[in-house]
């Protein structure tokens, strides 16, 4: 009976004091992904894989159940305990990405994925990506140390290991975003404007370089990049689908179950999530979505504008920043505005790691932004 109340007590207390508008945007969010889920992948399950036609969305429920029990406990933490929880999981994840090259299981040319007996098939940098914000922010925040540039460099040489495994899979996506994530940390931790563009032009240099040394391996980016500077190359073949679903779909959409880009392109219900649902309900509801998100946005910040706590600040911040930049990047890919980087849209997006990854990311939002007891 005494643990019950004190469960009970807990429950209670963790209610009163989270964010609630904060905690119904994931809700809502997540809920859209689920049947956006069970849209797209109904037929590609019973179709292509001769399987239940809810195979996908039952998959996709089964991961959102799993994240709702990481949003809970990431959320229920203490700050300090979070802290310390995130540096054990960082080093963790760290360690399960150093071991993909050597384990980790190749698809379509690219390793990044690991198949453990106790585990089901994983993306780590998808686990990895919301630690690696609380390790960053916890050293730009660090108060013994005063010398501002000397953070920059102790983050960068964090950072430095993670980006060199992701180029090495290869998947310069996700390189590319942590490393913008990495960018907008220090931008808000206030360097020097001069110093912050040459960043950008070492990005640019080592991707070029890569590239031009090693075309076998990264030659498929220089393809990605002829086919949207060029698009009669010939190379663009899901971005001219993803382009024509969105127009075919108009304003208001075909209607549930009448797209078709869903059964053209491959991956559709994960790269090119928006692309299907403008296809079928319409730029309108994308315009929705939109919104939901920014408006998601504007609760944290708002919440961040009210914080004393630097180390809360810029994990809010990298927090928000690795979902508004991920959204941006899928929303951008769809509309032909960016080449393909085969990003997920965070918590629309089917697929297991990414769900996970976000729902970490939600707790430790959600963790930052409830009423604190003084």
Same mark, same amino acid.
């Given at each position: 009976m005494l643990s019950g109340n004190l469960i009970y007590k807990s429950y209670y207390n963790w209610w009163k004091n989270i964010n609630k508008t904060v905690l119904i945007? =994931?809700?809502?969010?997540? !809920? @859209?992904?689920?049947?956006? /889920?069970?849209?797209?992948? /109904?037929?590609?399950?019973?179709?292509?894989?001769?399987?239940?036609?809810?195979?996908?969305? +039952? %998959?996709?429920?089964?991961?959102? #159940?799993?994240? =709702?029990?990481?949003?809970?406990?990431? /959320?229920?933490? %203490?700050?300090?305990?979070? +802290?310390?929880?995130?540096?054990? @999981?960082?080093?963790?994840f760290l360690f399960f990405l150093i071991l993909v090259p050597f384990l980790g299981v190749e698809i379509? $040319?690219?390793?990044?994925?690991?198949?453990?007996?106790?585990?089901?098939?994983?993306?780590?940098i998808e686990l990895l990506k919301p630690f690696l914000i609380v390790i960053l922010a916890s050293v730009l925040s660090y108060e013994n140390n005063k010398n501002i540039y000397y953070k920059f460099f102790l983050s960068f040489l964090i950072l430095t290991p993670v980006i060199l495994l992701l180029i090495a899979q290869p998947d310069v996506g996700q390189a590319l975003l942590t490393f913008l994530t990495w960018l907008s940390l220090i931008f808000v931790s206030g360097i020097n404007l001069i110093i912050f563009f040459v960043f950008f032009v070492l990005l640019f240099f080592l991707l070029l370089g890569s590239v031009y040394?090693?075309?076998?391996?990264?030659?498929?980016?220089? &393809?990605?990049?002829?086919?949207?500077?060029?698009? &009669?190359?010939?190379?663009?073949?899901?971005?001219? %689908?993803?382009?024509?679903? +969105?127009? /075919?779909?108009?304003?208001?959409?075909?209607? #549930?179950?009448? $797209?078709?880009?869903?059964?053209?392109?491959?991956e559709a219900h994960t790269d090119y999530i928006v692309s299907v649902i403008s296809e079928e309900f319409g730029v309108l509801f994308i315009i929705i979505l939109m919104i939901i998100f920014?408006?998601?946005?504007?609760?944290?910040?708002?919440?961040?504008?009210?914080?004393?706590?630097?180390? &809360?600040?810029?994990?809010?911040? !990298?927090?928000?920043? #690795?979902?508004? @930049?991920?959204? =941006? #990047?899928h929303i951008g890919v769809n509309i032909g505005l960016l080449p393909t980087t085969g990003m997920t849209l965070p918590f629309i997006s089917y697929g297991g790691s990414s769900i996970v990854s976000t729902s970490i990311l939600s707790g430790i939002i959600l963790n930052l932004t409830k009423r604190r007891i003084n």
């Open positions: 945007l =994931v809700a809502v969010l997540f !809920g @859209l992904g689920l049947f956006f /889920s069970l849209v797209s992948t /109904s037929l590609i399950a019973s179709d292509k894989l001769n399987t239940n036609s809810y195979y996908f969305f +039952i %998959k996709h429920l089964l991961f959102i #159940i799993i994240g =709702v029990f990481f949003i809970i406990f990431f /959320s229920s933490l %203490k700050h300090d305990d979070l +802290i310390k929880v995130s540096r054990l @999981l960082f080093i963790l379509k $040319g690219s390793r990044r994925w690991m198949d453990l007996p106790l585990l089901p098939r994983f993306q780590p040394l090693f075309p076998n391996k990264y030659g498929y980016i220089f &393809t990605r990049l002829q086919s949207f500077f060029d698009p &009669t190359s010939g190379n663009n073949y899901q971005s001219e %689908k993803a382009s024509e679903a +969105i127009i /075919s779909g108009g304003f208001f959409g075909k209607g #549930i179950g009448e $797209g078709t880009l869903k059964n053209r392109v491959p920014l408006f998601f946005v504007y609760q944290v910040f708002k919440k961040l504008y009210a914080e004393d706590n630097n180390q &809360t600040k810029l994990i809010l911040v !990298g927090s928000m920043s #690795i979902i508004l @930049l991920q959204a =941006v #990047i």
